[in-house]
């Protein structure tokens, strides 16, 4: 059986990937119950992505908020270290929300892609930040982030690129095993379980999803933001909070509409965690969180 094909409302992809269950790693699972592919390390040829979607001409957008002195923090090393690694090879466009365009402008990057500074209100509570980023992706991608490329990845901005992160996580919808909770029976999976909150779930969902890196076609993502965007909203006016903030909202998503593309913890790897057999390569690790300083109220 082959991954689950395009539908025809973005399509941008025409080619076939192989059979996601002859794939070289034994070790690990690579395929989801509903036939996605799981990339790990060693079961992709990274040239055949880069020719087939070159061909395409893809443009890809990045996402990523750094409001606060998140941007002090780590906004410089996160970019510089995409540079490198994120798509390589491909125009990217770098889409960075700051509350303070001016000190954006005086990171002075030096990179070669093209960095878009939008201004976003600061929200007084961390978690508000952190949530309503939702509405902020949705809107950007309305207003022009769909003029502009075919595919966009969101990103938390505390953590760096260790290694290639290229085109073989492209896919309709995107989704990241969360580094701690990857090999964890269910019942370790902190989804929200409050019945007020829209995003309750109880413990039936397929993976823990983690909110730090998500994507996909960008109608794809802003399906995905508008609607946790919309159950945010809801559980605002109720009065309620989801246990993870936008983390519980997008395992709610993904429970109802599964990604067509998973991404290993290797996307995503947390380096406290320590050696494990089945992690090949760090594509993407945590930053040291600065708690003290970054969350400031
Ligand atoms: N964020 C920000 N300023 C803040 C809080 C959050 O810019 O004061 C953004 C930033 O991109 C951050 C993301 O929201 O990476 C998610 O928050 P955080 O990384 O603190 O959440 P965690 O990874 O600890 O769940
Ligand atoms: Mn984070």
Redesign the pocket.
Known sequence: HLAPSPSSESAPTTFKVACCCCRSRKDVQTCTHWKAPIIWEGTFNPEYYNKEYRKQNVIIGLT????????DL?LKNFLATADEFFMPGFPVIYYVFVDDLAKLQALELSGHREVTGLQVE?HER?QD??ML?METISRAIETHIRHQVTYVFC?????QFKGRFGTEALGELVGLLHAWYYRRPQYFYTYDHNPRSAANLDNSGDFYYH??VFGGTWQQVRNLTESCYQAILQDKRNKVEAR??D?SHLNKYFWLHKPTRVLSPEYCWDESIGWRRDIHVHRVTWAK?QYRL????
């Open positions: 990523v908020f750094a409001v606060g002195n998140y941007l780590y600061r961390w930040v952190s980023r990103f938390d901005v505390d953590q909110a730090a993870w903030h983390e969180k970054s969350r400031v109220n």
